[in-house]
């Protein structure tokens, strides 16, 4: 028998020292941000590398003689991480998150390339949304759960902004894991998310093929179904229009910013998933609040 009595000991420890508790939150999602930006760069190219030789299994003739570019087998592990402009193995010390960034003046030790800002970005942000979420949710098991949530709609985001790609890796986990969670109620009840789920895939399912049959074009793409079908099963259906509303304001304020700022084409696709991960985000935290003032405003 496993003897889970430690976890009270930090239950309580975290209850009587809320100090403690936001600190250590803060350096274990450093840690995390600094795993995250792995899973960001390397998770696309596992994909690419498993369909490339899925194709040629099946279609060995047709694709034989196709040598993809810089195709090489990855994993989160392997190989090591490496500046991608002089191969120097980083060091350690050299990827403490945010503060080895600083401390080489976002440049690689050896050949002084440039090392984007995004690294220390993508890790400062992991940071602040789960203090957020720690400060919001307190000591508890929600935000442990809702903790793993941000921490991979931020790797979601980035991959859908670099790839127009929803990982169904992250994603179908995710909508199993809030079904489980919501058996005992962690959230909603387990009607309401069972509900959410289904109406979630469902609404924009409905909307991508009344858009195509319109249109002859994909609007968006499954990975969006399964994300919105995500939050379904996390917070229920009622807040669900909130969600699409709140997705599809932040959508077009971004979308019309990259076309002004950005020399973003009209035609160009915008990945939807990041706008649905932002605002059901959101929802998570203050739906509630939003959508009882935003029902009073329409009640005048």
């Known amino acids: 028998m496993f003897n889970f009595s430690f976890l009270n000991d930090i239950t309580e420890l975290f209850q009587q020292s809320p100090a403690y508790f936001y600190v250590s939150i803060a350096l274990l999602s450093l840690c995390i941000g600094s795993f995250l930006n792995v899973v960001i760069y390397r998770l696309p190219k596992m994909m690419e590398y498993t369909w490339y030789h899925e194709c040629r299994d099946f279609l060995y003739d047709e694709v034989k003689d196709i040598k993809p570019k810089e195709m090489q087998e990855v994993t989160l592990s392997k190989p090591d991480s490496t500046c991608p402009s002089c191969g120097h193995k980083i060091r350690y010390y050299e990827n403490i998150p945010v503060l080895s960034w600083l401390f080489l003046r976002g440049k690689c030790s ?3 390339t440039k090392i984007s800002a995004r690294y220390p970005i993508i890790e400062a942000t992991t940071t602040v949304l789960s203090l957020v979420i720690a400060q ?3 000591v508890s ?12 709609l931020i790797a979601l985001t980035m991959i859908d902004f670099d790839h ?11 909508l199993w894991l809030g079904l489980l969670l919501n058996i005992n109620e962690t959230f909603v009840p ?11 895939y469902m609404s924009l399912f409905s909307v991508f093929w009344l858009f195509k049959l319109l249109t002859g074009k994909e609007g968006m793409g499954f990975g969006d179904f399964k994300l919105l079908a995500v939050f379904g099963a996390w917070a229920g259906w009622q807040l669900l229009p909130l969600l699409i509303l709140m997705a599809s304001v932040v959508g077009a304020i971004i979308g019309i910013a990259l076309m002004v700022f950005n020399n973003h084409k009209k035609e160009q696709a915008i990945p939807f998933g990041p706008y649905i991960a932002i ?15 935003y029902l009073l405003q329409l009640g005048g």
């Open 279 to 293: 605002a059901g985000w959101i929802t998570i935290l203050w739906g509630e609040s939003i959508w009882s003032w």
């Open 136 to 138: 919001h949710f307190g």
């Open 164 to 174: 127009m790609l929803l990982p169904d890796q992250i994603t179908l986990p995710l």
């Open 110 to 112: 050896q050949c002084k």
């Open 141 to 152: 098991a929600q935000t442990f759960w809702l903790l793993i949530l941000t921490w991979c």
């Open 190 to 200: 387990l009607q309401d998310a069972v509900i959410g789920a289904a109406a979630g």
